[in-house]
């Protein structure tokens, strides 16, 4: 995200997710939003950035919603059986991504819609992409779904992110490693 700071701390996903809800209570109201969830666990990161995540999603979620139906928003999570990892799916109803675009929405200042359909600059789920990348997990749309878009993402459990000396040396490390007229 362009800044460094001298470690993560415990983050209550729950607490993040509320705050997420009041910053966003009007346009929620006004649109009808329907928010689920289940219940969130508590992860080591950066609870601005993490907040940043859930609100650029409810709002990505909000705005591109569909004409014929009340937005409905769900976030389930689960404990990965296989990794030290929490698996997360952001469900809405809307007006969907189609599977074609599903790199392209995570690179930033890239629209889909004309600026006249939907306001906004293209960086929301780039945004996303930064901090769920930073916090050593991975995002992704998920191609299969229908009536909506669903995106997925991973977190480590707490006690297993990595860190942030560890994500800087690993990003330095790449860009060291490639060949001479190699790009990364």
């Known amino acids: 995200m362009g800044r460094l700071n001298d470690g993560y701390a415990p983050v209550d996903l729950d607490q993040v997710w509320a705050s997420t ?10 649109s009808g939003t329907v928010l689920v969830r289940d219940p969130l666990p ?3 990161g950066d609870a601005t950035q993490l907040g940043m995540l859930l609100q650029n999603l409810v709002t990505n979620a909000v705005k591109f919603r569909s004409p014929e ?3 409905r928003i769900s976030l389930a999570c689960e ?3 296989h990794e030290n990892l929490w698996r997360f799916a952001f469900t809405d109803n809307g007006i969907g991504i189609d599977p074609t675009y599903a790199e392209r ?5 890239q629209r889909l819609h004309p600026r006249d359909a939907y306001p906004g600059n293209g960086i ?3 945004m996303c992409k930064k901090i769920v990348e930073f916090h050593g997990g991975t995002i992704a749309i998920d191609p299969g779904h229908t009536g909506g878009a669903r995106i997925t993402f991973t ?3 707490a006690g297993a992110a990595p860190s942030v000396a560890a994500v800087v ?3 330095v490390a790449g860009a060291v490693s490639a060949e001479p007229g190699e790009q990364r």
């Open 21 to 30: 809800e009041d910053s966003l209570s009007l346009a929620i109201a006004e």
């Open 42 to 44: 508590t992860v080591d």
């Open 69 to 71: 139906r009340a937005p």
């Open 79 to 81: 404990p990965d059986p």
């Open 105 to 109: 929405v995570f690179v930033i200042f």
């Open 124 to 126: 929301g789920l780039a």
């Open 155 to 157: 977190l480590p459990r």
């Open 169 to 171: 040396a690993g990003a």
